[in-house]
């Protein structure tokens, strides 16, 4: 039984024409406060200010963003973006985005386990990557308990702070 089902106050689903603004004051939100957000930093550079519903459609596909919401209000998003070159049409990067930390071992971890779904229903996409800073233990946790394993890590890659942290990078094949 999944987080949503159990809590009626929990709803998962995909954005809609309505959520856009919402949804950018919640992104503006995570990236101003530079905290729980875990997994790919790509899709950051999204031209945020000017985005439409017809943008994040385009930009990242349709179902490729899902909504956690709480009593109606917005409390996570996860994003899945991919390359185009052909050799990598494959592999999708998850990025998760969440209001607290206090959301994250249940809504976020319903979040990536929903765009998996979402992955496998496609049938393009059968692998999945995404990174965590090595001192966001909580989150890891979570990707191990969704079949994620660590596959490496990039030394020293984010200074937040004048403080240098690593990243790790996991992964999991999803046919």
């Not at 990242?60 to 409390?75: A, M, P």
Request: glycine share 8%.
């Amino acid at each position: 039984m999944s987080i949503a089902e159990q809590n009626t106050n929990l709803v998962i689903r995909r954005c809609n024409a309505e959520d856009v603004e919402e949804m950018k004051v919640f992104l503006k939100e995570c990236i101003t406060v530079n905290k729980y957000i875990y997994g790919e930093y790509d899709w950051m550079e999204f031209p945020l200010e000017d985005a439409t519903y017809e943008t994040f459609q385009e930009t990242f596909g349709t179902g490729n963003l899902l909504l956690g919401l709480e009593d109606d209000v917005l409390q996570g998003i996860v994003v899945l973006t991919k390359k185009s070159a052909e050799k990598y049409k494959h592999v999708g990067n998850i990025t998760l985005a969440m209001r607290t930390d206090e959301h994250v071992s249940t809504m976020g971890k319903e979040l990536i386990a929903r765009m998996i779904l979402v992955c496998k229903g496609k049938g393009v996409i059968r692998k999945v990557n995404l990174r965590v800073r090595e001192d966001h233990f909580k989150i890891q946790e979570i990707y191990k308990n969704l079949g994620f394993y660590e596959e490496g890590s990039l030394a020293r890659d984010v200074c937040q702070n004048g403080m240098f942290f690593s990243t790790l990078l996991y992964g999991r094949s999803i046919d």
